[in-house]
T-cell receptor
Framework: DAGITQSPRHKVTETGTPVTLRCHQT?????MYWYRQDPGHGLRLIHY???????DKGEVSDGYSVSRSKTEDFLLTLESATSSQTSVYFC?????????????FGQGTRLTVV | SQQGEEDPQALSIQEGENATMNCSYK?????LQWYRQNSGRGLVHLIL?????REKHSGRLRVTLDTSKKSSSLLITASRAADTASYFC??????????FGKGTKLTVNP
């Protein structure tokens, strides 16, 4: 398995509180992604990073921010959690070269906002 | 939304039968990828087909790509109970963003 770890694996938080999810990789891959998975919606891209301090928005970025200060860490922050952000969050990494663009996924973080 | 669509949403077959899943996407791509997800787990990469390829095989998997129709199909031959999972296609264009579809839930009955 690719060296990718998400933490925490489970979290329950209250509406209005900030929450930070962490994705850590040991593969030195350039690209990192945050997705959320909800029934009926599949995986939707929140934000992604193409290098240290280089990030861009995905299709569902409202209410989320990210930071990547080191190659190995990609943080996802819910600035003020809402019940609609209850979901399973997946981090993925990719080398991003023309020959090796497959993504490797973490095990997911189940977030419940009450 | 840039999301693609898989069809069907759910598929139930008997062991030994073939399973075909279809995927449509919306924008020009460099490649299209298929992933598998077992219940409660992360996604695992199965196969990648580039925009200049029309068909690709890997073991019991066969993928086709029709860029004129913006569609792809995944065929699993001689299915097994262990193939029970959700299958997702993901399209990748020039920005390196991977855009996933909504998935097909495959159940293979023993």
């Amino acid at each position: 398995d690719a060296g990718i770890t998400q933490s925490p694996r489970h979290k329950v938080t209250e509406t209005g509180t900030p929450v930070t999810l962490r994705c850590h990789q040991t593969e030195n891959h350039r690209y990192m992604y945050w997705y959320r998975q909800d029934p009926g919606h599949g995986l939707r891209l929140i934000h992604y990073s193409y290098g240290v301090k280089d990030t861009d928005k995905g299709e569902v970025s409202d209410g989320y921010s990210v930071s990547r200060s080191k190659t190995e860490d990609f943080l996802l922050t819910l600035e003020s959690a809402t019940s609609s952000q209850t979901s399973v969050y997946f981090c993925a990494i990719s080398e991003g070269t023309a020959l090796n663009t497959e993504a490797f996924f973490g095990q997911g973080t189940r977030l419940t906002v009450v | 939304s840039q999301q693609g669509e898989e069809d069907p949403q759910a598929l139930s077959i008997q062991e030994g039968e073939n399973a075909t899943m279809n995927c449509s996407y919306k924008t020009s791509i460099n490649n299209l990828q298929w992933y598998r997800q077992n219940s409660g787990r992360g996604l695992v990469h199965l196969i990648l087909i580039r925009s200049n390829e029309r068909e690709k095989h890997s073991g019991r998997l066969r993928v086709t790509l029709d860029t004129s129709k913006k569609s792809s199909s995944l065929l699993i031959t001689a299915s097994r109970a262990a193939d029970t999972a959700s299958y997702f296609c993901a399209s990748q264009g020039g920005s390196e963003k991977l855009v996933f579809g909504k998935g097909t839930k495959l159940t293979v009955n023993p």
